[in-house]
């Protein structure tokens, strides 16, 4: 069913009322006709003041109407096909009056007075049948139609229900939704707000950590200096995986926050609609939409317990000689921890070649 939002006005629209104006302009004066109008023989109109100058140019022996002299008549011929008007003694005032074209003027000059297409007469017309306002749905194509199209029109065979209750059913469904929406986004915003919590405390938990590290690595010799920076970063790298994600995470539950609050704009604007069928237009995709987005699945949350830094914690009550072995408790990622002994390896083999080189010394 195709249907269009037409306007009717008596004269229609802009285009239309220039295509009218054209027809209602005097061939004589080349201005709008001017009462009263006569309709020639040959079905052409003319203002009779025009037609009786036209006359009386060609007939200027005819004795004016008023005279006490009575003419036989006269001819003239039409200005626009030149079919010759023969005139009984009466002239011009022997023609009829186009009482229809006068009207027509009267209509046009109202209509031009006042702006087109105005709130009050736009309606929803049926494509097929122009003149039927679209009045009824059909259930089976879900679509608006009009009573014609029923009758003996494309959906003859299908089932149809009244505008007005379709309307309601539909509007009632999208006002469901949008609730659901709206619950759906408290909850997001809930879920957000949580997780911005356990950033907040991911860094003061990691900030604590480093003041730790900071108190205890001071009472330490030099030698300490590089294993606390390698602490450090192994600190701020996983402080910075953890925020990573719970920030990306933070971003898809946003992302989705104004896609639903759009959406929900947008639904809340249509059923604002007046007009039933323009609403139902786009109702039943703005449903679908809804009922689509309140079924998002989003990323679960971080687990219980992973804004916890406690695994970085240290100990400072090793020996001296036990310094360079100094590492985070157990509970490091495997991977840290194969780091950690790459760079103890490393160190190792450092302390040997220092051992060697120390060793000359010591004899002397």
């Known amino acids: 069913m195709n249907f269009t939002v037409g306007f009717k006005p008596l004269l229609g629209d802009a285009h239309s009322m220039d295509n009218l104006e054209k027809q209602l302009i005097c061939p004589i ?66 023609l009829q009056r186009n009482l229809l074209v006068e009207n027509i003027i009267d209509i046009y000059k109202q209509e031009s007075s006042r702006p087109l297409h105005s709130k009050a007469e736009q309606h929803l017309m049926c494509e097929e049948h122009e003149e039927e306002k679209i009045n009824i749905y059909c259930l089976s194509c879900e679509v608006p139609t009009c009573s014609l199209c029923k009758v003996f029109g494309a959906h003859k065979d299908c089932e149809v229900a009244p505008l007005p209750t379709i309307y309601k059913r539909q509007k009632s469904e999208l006002s469901d939704g949008i609730a659901m929406l709206v619950a759906g986004n408290d909850r997001v915003q809930a879920v957000i707000t949580q997780m911005e919590e356990v950033c907040q405390t ?42 990573q994600r719970v920030r990306g995470l933070i971003r898809q539950y946003g992302d989705h926050l104004e896609s639903s609050s759009k959406l929900v704009e947008s639904a809340i604007q249509s059923m604002e609609e007046p007009q039933m069928a323009l609403y139902l237009q786009q109702a039943k995709e703005l449903i679908n939409k809804v009922g689509t987005m309140s079924k998002v699945e989003l990323a679960g949350r971080p687990e219980p317990g992973y804004e916890s830094m406690e695994q970085f914690t240290v100990s400072v009550e090793h020996v001296a000689e036990m310094l360079r072995t100094i590492d985070f408790q157990p509970g ?32 002397h």
């Open 29 to 94: 004066c080349l201005e709008m006709f001017s009462k009263p109008v006569v309709i020639l023989p040959c079905q052409h109109n003319l203002c009779r003041k025009c037609a009786n100058d036209v006359f009386q140019a060609s007939n200027p022996l005819w004795q004016s109407r008023g005279s006490t002299t009575v003419s036989s008549g006269g001819r003239f011929r039409c200005p626009s096909c030149r079919h010759e008007v023969v005139l009984d003694r009466h002239g011009v005032y022997g």
């Open 202 to 243: 991911i860094e003061d938990n990691s900030r604590r950590q480093k003041q730790l590290l900071n108190q205890r690595f001071e009472t330490l010799c030099a030698v300490l200096e590089e294993r606390k920076s390698e602490l450090l970063q192994a600190l701020a790298r996983e402080q910075e995986v953890k925020l």
């Open 332 to 363: 490091a990622s495997g991977e840290e921890e194969d780091e950690d002994m790459a760079m103890d390896g490393e160190e190792g083999n450092a302390g040997t070649e220092e051992e060697r080189l120390d060793g000359p010394e010591g004899l």
